[in-house]
Antibody, heavy 118, light 107 residues
Framework: EVQLAESGGGLVQPGGSLRLSCAAS????????MHWVRQVPGKGLVWVSR????????DCADSVKGRFTISRDNAKNTLYLQMNSLRVEDTAVYYC???????????WGQGTLVTVSS | DIQMTQSPSTLSASVGDRVTITCRAS??????LAWYQQKPGKAPKLLIY???SLESGVPSRFSGSGSGTEFTLTISSLQPDDFATYHC?????????FGQGTKVEIK
């Protein structure tokens, strides 16, 4: 059974940093691209970043470019999102997701809430 | 960026109704469209990919159609478990973008 479990969310002040983790199990993690998607409670979904299977290719939304970095450790079956220079508008639930080859996200974690506030 | 627009934003329906949700892309995305269902406090669940392919395990009352810029998600006979918010998403090009969501409420 595919399982994704995010951790690392919490309350942080504007300008601060946080690292999210996503522990994967139930599939061959090293074979799949992975994504981060966020959602302000009550609002729509926003794609944040993606990483290819070996970690050498990444992409991210303009709103987080230069501040957020996606990475992965295939030996630990874990996906990361390093978030620096956090802003109030980064407050959201952050989901990790497994890429369905060809596109879309076929499995999602339960999400972790990041709150940026003074 | 490709803009995705869903309509309606909210839909009131009864059990057994046929329900249709529309998603429009600001430019052609071929068939690179997915539909997700999301319930309050839960992660999204993939229903449809490549515009009309049903994800494994998803009931056959869900169907998707369209290509280019206009797409629809249809629920042939609404069931109590289907009251939720539905999101479309394009994966023709990065950044991936989602519609604003359509909430299906009990009438």
């Amino acid at each position: 059974e595919v399982q994704l479990a995010e951790s690392g969310g919490g309350l942080v002040q504007p300008g601060g940093s946080l690292r999210l983790s996503c522990a994967a199990s139930g599939f061959t993690f090293s074979s799949y691209w992975m994504h981060w998607v966020r959602q302000v409670p009550g609002k729509g979904l926003v794609w944040v970043s993606r990483i290819n299977s070996d970690g050498r290719s990444t992409d991210c939304a303009d709103s987080v470019k230069g501040r957020f970095t996606i990475s992965r450790d295939n030996a630990k079956n874990t996906l990361y999102l390093q978030m620096n220079s956090l802003r109030v508008e980064d407050t959201a639930v952050y989901y990790c997701g497994k890429d369905r080859p060809g596109g879309s996200v076929d499995y999602w974690g339960q999400g972790t809430l990041v709150t940026v506030s003074s | 960026d490709i803009q995705m627009t869903q309509s309606p934003s909210t839909l009131s329906a009864s059990v057994g109704d046929r329900v249709t949700i529309t998603c429009r892309a600001s430019q052609s995305i071929s068939s690179w469209l997915a539909w997700y269902q999301q319930k309050p406090g839960k992660a999204p669940k993939l229903l449809i990919y490549k515009a009309s392919s049903l994800e494994s395990g998803v009931p056959s009352r869900f169907s998707g159609s369209g290509s280019g810029t206009e797409f629809t998600l249809t629920i042939s006979s609404l069931q109590p478990d289907d009251f939720a918010t539905y999101h479309c998403q394009q994966y023709n090009s990065y950044p991936w973008t989602f519609g604003q969501g359509t909430k299906v409420e009990i009438k």
